[in-house]
């Protein structure tokens, strides 16, 4: 199954046909058959529809949820793909709040977007000690050699 959402109308639809395509293969097949422009597409491939646990949610190039096993969580539950298309405004309950969030999410990510940019020569020991050991504990850093063929 995949769950349809477009605006406030909700169904969950056959996806037997999309079952073992990778996400790539995935994507491109909801867009031909839904033949909407601007969808939002979550989805799954053969890692979370055989419940592996390191599987993904994958949403755009880069861009998903790699943690926790949330594939194998979709793959369990037979769900492929969640599908959104809207053409409504959002309304913000509280956007005061929801901007403190955002700046407070931004602030803590910004060190490590800057140190991604030059993955693995420069950064990779700082990522996997920051990751491995927390904040300004250098003592036990870690060295990557990088081998080039």
Known sequence: MYLFIKNDHIELLDASHLWGNDVLETKQMLKDELKLNKIQILCIGPAGENKVFASSIEH????????AAVGSVMGHKKLKAIVVHGTNDIHV???????????????????????????PEENGPWLFNE????????????????LRI
Not at 131 to 146: D, L, Q
């Open 60 to 67: 755009t190039m880069g861009s998903g949820a790699h943690r």
């Open 131 to 146: 990751a491995m050991h927390g904040k300004k504990n250098m003592s036990k850093m870690v060295t990557f050699h990088t």
């Open 93 to 119: 309950a509280k956007p005061t709040e929801l901007k403190k969030t955002c700046d407070h999410i931004l602030s803590m990510t910004g060190p490590i977007k800057q140190n991604w940019n030059n993955w």
